[in-house]
């Protein structure tokens, strides 16, 4: 749900094609809800596949979002279910906002689901920003 309050902690497509572009890096969709239009747009700018499957409910099959969680290298996402179900399933995921939420405790990561890292630009709070340092961490995981 998309509101005036929610939709700064949120970004674009584009803001992650940076992502897509890493050598080595396979990119596979858990976000639910109608994000095909989006999707084909990016792999057209990219020319990367992200994988995804037509006939996997995300948005209604909690189980199935939470299995694919769990085989992959890791996540990352925005504000959304996908981060909590993907910490949940024990999957190292980071999670890009402006800042900290109460709920990290004055911490870089949730207390209650410690799988959970907080990637937030501390002198910008700007969402891309964020993403950039995100998308430099995963970089340098792949590099080693």
């Known amino acids: 749900m998309i509101s005036p309050t929610r939709s700064s902690s949120y970004t674009l497509m584009e803001d992650w094609d940076e992502l897509l572009l890493l050598p080595d890096v396979?990119?596979?969709?858990?976000?639910?809800?109608?994000?095909?239009?989006?999707?084909?747009?990016a792999e057209e700018r990219t020319g990367k596949t992200i994988i995804r499957w037509q006939d996997t409910?995300?948005?209604n099959d909690m189980e199935v979002v939470a299995a694919?969680?769990?085989v992959l290298h890791?996540?990352?996402?925005?504000?959304?279910?996908?981060?909590?179900?993907?910490?949940?399933?024990?999957?190292?995921?980071?999670?890009v906002c402006k800042k900290p939420a109460w709920t990290a405790i004055g911490t870089h990561q949730f207390q209650f689901c410690p799988d959970i890292h907080l990637v937030f630009d501390e002198k910008s709070n700007d969402m891309?920003?964020?993403?950039?340092?995100?998308?430099?961490?995963?970089?340098?995981?792949?590099?080693?």
Do not use: M
């Open 26 to 41: 396979a990119v596979i969709n858990l976000q639910y809800g109608l994000c095909e239009d989006e999707l084909l747009a």
């Open 74 to 95: 890791g996540a990352c996402s925005v504000g959304t279910a996908v981060a909590q179900i993907a910490g949940a399933a024990g999957q190292t995921t980071r999670l």
């Open 68 to 70: 694919l969680s769990q």
């Open 57 to 59: 409910d995300l948005q």
């Open 128 to 144: 891309q920003d964020a993403v950039a340092k995100c998308i430099a961490q995963i970089a340098a995981l792949t590099i080693n």
